[in-house]
């Protein structure tokens, strides 16, 4: 069954394009942030994290980008799939891997 | 699978109850994180322990206590529970403080 509300903005994409999920997150002081996901019935699953003195992190087929001058962060799949649908959650935390805050998080739906 | 485990799966019970949540690690990880998923809050951290010593803690309420054992298993009491209460609870584990936390498929608590 579900595990996340029903009401979270969703993005639509086309199997084969590229995604862009965005965050806003409130604590300039956050020494890290990280991107989870999340599928339906399942725990959360960490993906990539990256730390605030950097401005970008690549991973597997994922891009996250930090912005914090206007404290954004993204994260970017390449060639999305099918097995990318989830919920994608953006969390933050300080150095010492406690105190996480997590956003609402979006849906993310593959069309074929 | 993530190697972590959680019992039970599901747990129904009245408002004023108390109940026990339980988590093993996996194998060989020193830190335990416990998470609660509700539709109107969204994922929030509960509270952290490495090696039967708490660490951090989270919006955790003072009706809701945990601990770390000998073995790393960890358990999540949650007394004089409320409507409020009902969520998926989740705990997930890392070999030491880490952001890539491995997260298990939550215990969803239904308070009547």
């Known amino acids: 069954g579900e595990s996340v509300g029903l009401h979270l903005p969703t993005l639509s994409v086309q199997e084969g394009d590229n995604s862009i999920i965005n965050c806003a997150y409130s604590n300039s002081a956050s020494d890290y942030f990280i991107w989870y996901k999340q599928e339906s019935g399942k725990g959360p699953q960490f993906i990539i994290d990256?730390?605030?003195?950097?401005d970008k992190r690549q991973g597997q087929r994922v891009t996250v980008l930090l912005n914090k001058t206007v404290k954004h962060l993204s994260l970017q799949i390449a060639a999305t799939q099918p097995g990318d649908s989830a919920v994608y959650f953006c969390?933050?935390?300080?150095?010492?891997?406690?105190?996480?805050?997590f956003g609402p998080g979006t849906r993310l739906s593959v069309l074929p | 699978d993530s190697g972590v485990t959680q019992t039970p799966k599901h747990l129904i019970t009245a408002t004023g109850q108390r109940v026990t949540l339980r988590c093993s690690p996996r194998?060989?990880?020193?830190?335990v994180y416990w998470y609660q998923q509700s539709l109107d809050q969204g994922l929030q951290f509960l509270i952290h322990y490495y090696n039967g010593e708490e660490r951090a803690k989270g919006n955790i309420l003072e009706r809701f206590s945990a601990q770390q054992f000998p073995d790393l298993h960890s358990e999540l009491n949650l007394s004089s529970l409320e409507l409020g209460d009902s969520a998926l609870y989740f705990c997930?584990?890392?070999?030491?403080?880490?952001?890539?936390?491995?997260f298990g498929p939550g215990t969803r608590l239904t308070v009547l």
């Open positions: 990256i730390r605030s003195n950097m």
């Open positions: 969390a933050e935390t300080d150095n010492y891997g406690q105190n996480f805050v």
């Open positions: 194998s060989g990880d020193l830190s």
């Open positions: 997930a584990s890392s070999v030491v403080p880490s952001n890539e936390q491995f």
